[in-house]
Every structure is written in C-alpha cells, then in structure tokens.
C-alpha cells in the first residue's frame, strides 16, 4: 500500500480517483506477476455452431462471410437465428471440478473464462441479460458458481475497447469502484482493454493484441494471450490437428513470455456439452508435466535485466517497439 505522500498527484484521502494518472498508481498485486501461466476459456453460445470462429455471429449476419453463410445455409432450416443455438448449449457434461483439476494438473496459476463474451450471452444469471442467460436458456444453470453475489474475481479481463472511446464504457469510474470499494480491491488487477487507445498505455498488465509477443524485456507488466488452436479462440470443429501449437511451439511462448515480464494465457474453447476435447487435455498435461520439473525457473521468477543486452541497446518502452508484430521465437531458447 502506497502512502499519501509517496503516491502523489491522484491519489486522495487513500482512494483512486477515476483518472488513469490515479488508477496507474496503484501497485501490481504480487500474485498475478508470481503466477506467470493462465488458462483461458471461451464458452458459450458460439459453441454450438463451433464451426470458424467465436465471432460467429457477426461472420455470419454481420459481415456475411460466404463460409458462415454457407455453413447455415446447409446445415439448418430457414430462418434459424442466432438466439436459436441457444437452447443447445446445453453444458450436460460440465463437472467443473474435473476442470479445475486439469487446470490444477496443467501448471496454470489463475484462469479467465469468458463469462460474457461480445454475443453477450451471460455464464451466469445476469439480470442485465435477462433471457440470455445460462440459467433462462440452455444449460439452465450458474456456470460460474452457486451465489450470484458471491463471485470473487481475481482478474477483470476486458475486451471491445476498440468500440468507443473510455468514457462511454465509463471505463476509469469502474476501475475506482474496483480498487477502491469493492469485496477484490487489494486483490484484483485488469487488462488494458478499456477503450480506444487505452490498450498497451493503462491497466494493472498489458495485453496490446492477441498473441503479443514482444520479445524483448519489457517496462511494465504484460500477458501473451494466444489459442492452442491458432484460427480460433472457440471450440472449431472442423480444427486439424496442424491448426493446433505444438507443445514445443507453446513452451517455446512461455519460456520467452515470462523472460521478457509477461505471463502466459493459454486459451482452450470447451465444447457446447462442457468438455475440453483431449487432444486440448494432452496439451495441458503436456504443459504440466514441463512446469513439473522447470516450474521452479518460472514461477515467481524476475526475468534478468540485462538479459537482452545482445539485441538491443537497453530497455525499450512499448511506444518505441516496432508495433504489435509477433515475432518468430528463436528456435534455440530452449
Ligand atoms: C422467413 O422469414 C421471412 C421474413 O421474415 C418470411 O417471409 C418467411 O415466411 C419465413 N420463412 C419460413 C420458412 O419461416
Ligand atoms: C495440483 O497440482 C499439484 C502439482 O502437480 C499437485 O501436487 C496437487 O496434488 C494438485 N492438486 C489437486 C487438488 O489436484
Ligand atoms: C459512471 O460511473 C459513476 C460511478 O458509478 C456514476 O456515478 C456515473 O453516473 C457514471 N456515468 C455514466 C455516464 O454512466
Ligand atoms: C480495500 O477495502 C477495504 C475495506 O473496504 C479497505 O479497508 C482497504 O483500505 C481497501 N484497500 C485499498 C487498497 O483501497
């Protein structure tokens, strides 16, 4: 906990203001840098069709992509909407036990669920998403827990910023009411996607662009967040074993992600009836069985300040890297 007279301008009377000068100000909880590898999960109604991307939706009626076009029109009847995949995800056989265990297994320190993905069907009872919502409709429960009011999240994790500017998500209010008041305030830290521009400039860690690998050491605290399926963050069917990482390509990430500063989210889509494909499972377990014997190099590890001396002459700011272009690991690193 900072003090008054150390934190400076934005900082009143112990609270964050709802500026970003404020909001910045306030220190990293320990365990998020600790941690260094999470799983990510997206689920939801988009998992039914399962087929191109999770951005079904808008592929289909928004940008009327052939493929999606296609795809509904030979495989269900005329007139089918979106809002009718409903009733089929239907969640039968999420034991969310069985997955924390196999994130438990995995290595992973924390994970993020896309309890409201942009179709804006809620993982839980949400009454601003009344009957769209997985208690009104499909598996006609609480995927996230047994008291709407007692969800306790360690990370907000943000996305659609590039839809309209901070102030119209009222983005910094939020973030005030988080850090300050609410039942999380000493323990939870949020992404960057705030808003237009915000991404890469504000936020407890920064996640810049899916996939972000910057391959350098980097000044503030950043996540590389990328699908073991390289084409899709959502269940796909049609997936080919050659879409998927490798465990060598994912290992390949983790080593050079946490070198640089960031942490690792390793994203699977679970299917419409709730289970993680196994070939997704072996790619955990494959990942655990690493973290088993090399875990000690990761966790809680300070990458070395030096480290990229060979490269580049010090430290750079992420305003001065070379954009978001993800870079080929170098194949030696491990
Ligand atoms: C599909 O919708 C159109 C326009 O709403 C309507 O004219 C048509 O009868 C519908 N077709 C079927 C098979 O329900
Ligand atoms: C979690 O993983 C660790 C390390 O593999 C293992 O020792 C422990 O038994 C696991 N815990 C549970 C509850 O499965
Ligand atoms: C933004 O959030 C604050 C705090 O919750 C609230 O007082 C204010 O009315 C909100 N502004 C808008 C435009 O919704
Ligand atoms: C978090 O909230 C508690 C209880 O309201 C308060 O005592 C504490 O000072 C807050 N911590 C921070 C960092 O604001």
């Known amino acids: 906990m900072c003090l008054l007279a150390v934190c400076g301008v934005g900082w009143s009377e112990g609270r964050y203001e709802p500026e970003w000068k404020s909001l910045d100000s306030r220190p990293l909880p320990p365990w998020y840098d600790e941690a260094k590898v999470g799983i990510f999960l997206h689920w939801g109604v988009f998992s039914v069709p399962s087929f191109g991307s999770e951005w079904f939706w808008e592929h289909w009626q928004g940008s009327k992509s052939q493929k999606y076009v296609d795809f509904m029109k030979n495989n269900y009847p005329p007139n089918f909407s979106y809002q009718d995949f409903g009733p089929q995800f239907t ?16 290595g992973a320190r924390y994970v993020v669920l896309t309890t409201k993905h942009h179709e804006g069907f809620t ?3 949400s009454k601003h998403s009344w ?3 997985s208690l009104d409709v499909g598996p006609k429960r609480d995927l996230l827990g047994e008291s ?8 907000i994790w943000s996305d659609g910023d590039w839809e309209a500017f901070d102030k119209y998500w009222n983005a910094t209010h939020f973030l005030a009411w988080l850090f300050n008041d609410s039942p999380v305030n000493e323990t939870v830290v949020v992404n960057d996607r705030w808003g237009r521009g915000i991404p890469c400039h504000h936020g407890s860690f920064y996640t810049c662009a899916d996939n972000y690998n910057p391959g350098i050491l980097q000044p503030h605290k950043w996540e590389n967040c990328l699908p073991v399926d ?3 963050w959502g269940f796909r069917r049609e997936a080919k074993l050659a879409d998927l990482h490798t465990i060598h390509d994912l290992l390949t990430q983790l080593a050079m992600t946490v070198s640089c500063g960031g942490n690792i989210l390793i994203n ?8 993680i494909v196994p070939v997704m499972e072996e790619r955990l377990r494959q990942m655990g069985s690493w973290l088993a014997i090399n875990g000690e190099a990761i966790y809680g590890s300070k ?6 001396d060979t490269l580049t002459p010090g430290h750079l700011t992420v305003s001065q890297l070379p954009g978001r272009a993800r870079i080929q690991p170098p194949s030696a690193i491990l």
């Open 123 to 125: 993982l839980w009872p």
């Open 303 to 308: 990458p070395w300040a030096h480290q990229n």
């Open 148 to 155: 709407v009011n007692n969800y306790q999240p360690d990370v």
């Open 91 to 106: 969640a039968e056989f999420y034991d969310p036990k069985e997955w924390a265990e196999l994130f438990n297994a995995s």
């Open 230 to 232: 390289r084409h899709s």
């Open 268 to 275: 699977v889509g679970p299917t419409r009836d709730g289970r």
């Open 131 to 133: 009957g769209w919502n």
